[in-house]
């Protein structure tokens, strides 16, 4: 099967350290199933994956990817990324995703337990649908149940062409929310406009209003902003670093308003049944920014790396 997968890291070259080829697919283990992929996306961990960081070393060829839809049997689905320590609950905190287990979804055909296939809405493609197990996920769970976001709140996203942020303007859009983002791209502050967004700002720019939750993917070169851009009793939910992981933290700000901040990552397996129902019941459509074959992933990787992108970065495997 044609598979993307890493086998030596490069901290500095990680699109360098990206292959593409032919490896066997894994066996399965009891109660997992066979998918056959249609379409994955690419996210912020591959790139992590690539560079070496935050998983153990590959003892042989890792395949990558954490977004897939596909058929598994005869059903169109979309895979659930997350193997939790803890199967129950809310919580997914130490939660591992299946390409750190050795189990990575942009190949032909994979393995997951079967227990994590989602329905897959007749009406997505097969890049929108595998472009919602792991940004839009994290973005669900960011607004809806860490942040408890209500219609009419104020909403500040923070690097509006993340698949993160892309995800975030559409739902809080969707969910009756005033959005407003931040982008250093005027091309991407005009297309957040056009998902919704009520407001469009450069990177730092001061916000019209202070925001009831602020949607914090960037990291230090916009924490600060976040934090300032937040009203007496508004919450900062912050779900990843793309500019660094060590951010300054106003103190008097943060008692004086009584500002939350709150750790997210990814989402529940009811979580993602959720997702699915609210993107089809709104007729929300995840925001590709563009599906190459997977004999192209370097020029997706190479976009990400870059922050060229706005949306999902998709590759089509059928
Ligand atoms: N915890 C989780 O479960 C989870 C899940 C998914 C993602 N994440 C994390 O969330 C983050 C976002 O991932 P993503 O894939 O949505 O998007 P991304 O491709 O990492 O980029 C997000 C945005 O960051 C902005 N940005 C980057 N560097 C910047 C800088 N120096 N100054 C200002 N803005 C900057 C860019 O916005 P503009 O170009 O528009 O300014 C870019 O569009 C990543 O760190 C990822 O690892 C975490």
Redesign the pocket.
């Known amino acids: 099967m044609r598979a993307a997968y890493v086998v030596e890291p490069s901290a500095d070259h990680p699109v360098d350290a990206l292959r593409v080829g032919d490896l066997d697919a894994p066996p399965a283990p009891a109660g997992w199933v066979s998918v056959d992929v249609r379409a994955g996306a690419l996210?912020?961990?591959d790139i992590?994956s690539l560079r070496g960081v935050g998983v153990p070393p590959p003892d042989g060829p890792r395949v990558l990817g954490s977004d897939a839809a596909g058929v598994a049997g005869d059903r169109e689905v979309i895979v659930y990324p997350v193997l939790p320590t803890a199967p129950t609950g809310r919580t997914v905190t130490h939660a591992t995703l299946l390409p750190d287990a050795g189990h990575g979804v942009l190949a032909e055909r994979v393995v997951v337990p079967a227990a994590h296939l989602v329905p897959k809405p007749a009406g997505l493609s097969w890049a929108e649908a595998a472009s919602l197990p792991?940004?839009w996920?994290?973005a669900y769970r960011m607004l809806f149940t860490r942040a408890a976001l209500s219609p009419g709140q104020v909403v500040l996203v923070?690097?509006?062409?993340?698949?993160?942020?892309?995800?975030a303007t559409c739902l809080a859009v969707a969910a009756g929310a005033i959005v407003m983002v931040?982008?250093?791209?005027p091309a991407?502050?005009e297309r957040a406009l056009a998902l919704g967004a009520a407001v469009a700002l450069d990177?730092g720019e001061r916000t019209p209003e202070l925001a009831d939750v602020v949607v914090e993917?960037?990291?230090p070169?916009?924490f600060a902003h976040s934090v300032r851009s937040t009203r007496a009793g508004g919450a900062v939910v912050v779900?990843?670093?793309?500019?660094g992981f060590t951010a300054h933290l106003d103190l008097p700000r943060l008692f004086a308003r009584e500002i939350t901040v709150h750790g997210?990552?990814?989402?529940t397996l009811d979580e993602l049944r959720s997702l699915v129902e609210f993107v089809d019941t709104h007729h929300v459509r995840p925001v590709v920014d563009s599906v190459v074959d997977l004999a192209d992933i370097h020029r997706q990787a190479g976009r990400?790396l870059a922050?060229a992108?706005?949306g999902k970065l998709c590759v089509s495997l059928s």
């Open positions: 996210n912020m961990h992590w792991t940004a996920l994290t923070q690097g509006a062409g993340g698949g993160v942020a892309t995800a931040t982008s250093r791209s991407k502050r990177s993917t960037v990291g070169a916009t779900c990843g670093g793309t500019s997210s990552t990814m989402g990400m922050g992108g706005f």
